[in-house]
């Protein structure tokens, strides 16, 4: 049974906006950094039990203005660090428990990392942020309804006591505790603390107001869509209504590559605004373990393209040594990522060029065309929607002008969002096509540049 017209559903589904947090963090804090840490760092573990000796945890040689300067050389804009870890081990002073910092031989038990790592953050021009897991292996509370105020009494402390935090991460991992018990989580709850001390903060969850891209891979899905349907991600306000169509929504775990699609989304009760950050580490695991290698420079530049460059944010992850500081193997490769990154993409062969809006085959299949002052060797074109009214487009054709006069095929892709780069084989051209083929409103593209 159809419910409403399939032109308005399209219609309303084009006009889900971001809220002004998730605007901010797509264009102006995409690309930060993960920073794992704990007692895991020090028991070559990657999940703790939570019963760990808080005695082993001591970086003797903690230096997190060397951790700051190493994430700026990639380019990246702020440091999301493991307040604490499903071992429960707090990295800060907190009230509530002393399986923290109060019994670790760093500073005589009186360290605060979170304290550290937030002002280096500010000493070099970085947002701060922290994970704190609602799964905790450590405390007996874990399992009935005081564990919620222990983490709500935790969470006020980090929201409240460390300056203006951009991203708050929750992970969805909900596991037993040290009396075997799951916890009910009260996320509601937790949410409402956020917004009463950190109104500008974005909110990391499966279902949060940045979901996970589903993988751990840096690959986006099918497409990428910042517009799901509100049974994925509830902590987002539903803007539309639906369903358009009767039925049960088929995909609806981030992991699904159709969640964002018209032949699921039609099921939902109504959507929401919720981009995707893609999260991985710089190594295999999330936590330092010497044996392992970064991934390679061609590897973490190419989860860049497909992450910002595919309507999401890139959290990179980069694991603390036991001494407390990066290994230079890491702080060397995001060196070498920030340098490819602005070679790749700081001169942009548009600027001064000439753009001209073509009809096309119809108001949703427009087609811009760019014609260069000269002939360059073109490697990536990168195009933006409007977002924060919406996202519209479809799928899309690039073509470039050859050497007799005819468009060639050069990239066909999908979604475009808040910035999409497309990476072509290099070509010699002066003259660039955009069609867009299939949009589900008329398209508002915000910018063109070809590098
Ligand atoms: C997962 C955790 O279980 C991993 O240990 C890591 O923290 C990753 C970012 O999220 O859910």
Redesign the pocket.
């Known amino acids: 049974m159809v419910i409403i017209e399939f032109t308005e559903f399209l219609k309303n589904a084009a006009h889900v906006k971001p809220t002004p947090q998730q605007l901010a963090l797509l264009r102006e804090t995409p690309f930060y950094a ?1 920073v ?1 840490f704990s007692p895991n760092t020090y028991t070559g573990l ?2 703790g039990d939570g019963t760990e000796d808080p005695a082993i945890f001591n970086p003797t040689e903690l230096d997190c203005d060397q951790w700051a300067q190493a994430i700026k050389s990639a380019g990246m804009q702020g440091m999301v660090l ?1 307040a604490k ?2 071992d429960g081990f707090c990295l800060w002073q907190t009230e509530y428990t002393e399986h923290s910092m109060k019994n670790s031989p760093y500073k005589d038990g009186k360290g605060d990392i979170v304290r550290e790592a937030a002002d280096a953050c500010k000493r070099h021009g970085l947002k701060f942020g922290f ?1 704190l ?1 609602p ?1 905790d292996r450590n405390c007996p509370l874990y399992g009935t309804d005081e564990y919620n105020t222990y983490y709500k009494n935790q969470l006020t402390e980090l929201l409240t006591n460390y300056g203006e935090i951009f991203h708050v ?1 929750f ?3 909900c596991g037993e505790g040290p009396n075997g018990k799951k916890q009910v989580y009260d996320f509601d709850g937790y949410i409402e603390l956020i917004k009463k001390h950190q109104p500008n903060a974005t909110i990391f969850n499966d279902a949060g107001t940045i979901r996970w891209i589903g993988n ?1 891979a840096g690959k986006a899905p099918y497409a990428q869509w910042a517009v799901v349907p509100q049974e994925l991600c509830f902590m987002n306000e539903k803007q539309t209504e639906g369903p358009l169509v009767e039925g049960s929504l088929d995909f609806v775990y981030n992991s699904d590559i159709n969640i964002g699609s018209i032949s699921n989304i039609m099921y939902s009760k109504g959507l929401v605004f919720a981009p995707a950050e893609t ?1 991985m ?1 710089i190594r295999p695991g ?2 330092y373990h010497p044996e392992e290698e970064p991934h390679s420079l061609e590897r973490l530049f190419n989860t860049y393209v497909t992450s910002v460059g595919n309507n999401a944010t890139f959290n990179l ?1 980069i694991p603390p040594m036991p001494n407390g500081k990066f290994d230079p193997r890491d702080v060397e490769r995001l060196k070498e990522l920030g340098e490819l990154i602005s070679k790749e993409f700081s001169t942009n062969l548009a600027e001064g060029s000439t753009v001209t809006i073509l009809p096309g085959y119809g108001p949703t299949q427009p087609e811009i065309q760019v014609t260069l002052k000269k002939k360059q060797t073109i490697k990536y074109v990168e195009l933006a929607e409007n977002i924060k009214e919406g996202q519209r487009v479809e799928a899309f054709d690039v073509f470039f002008k050859d050497s007799h006069g005819q468009w060639a095929h050069a990239a066909r892709d999908t979604t475009i969002g808040s910035r999409k780069i497309v990476k072509t084989d290099p070509t010699e051209a002066q003259e660039i096509l955009v069609r867009i083929t299939s949009s589900r409103y008329v398209p508002d593209i915000e910018w063109i540049k070809i590098y």
């Open positions: 993960f794992h990657e999940w493991t870890h499903h994970y897991s799964w991460w992970d969805g991992a751990e999260d580490s999330w936590f992850n």
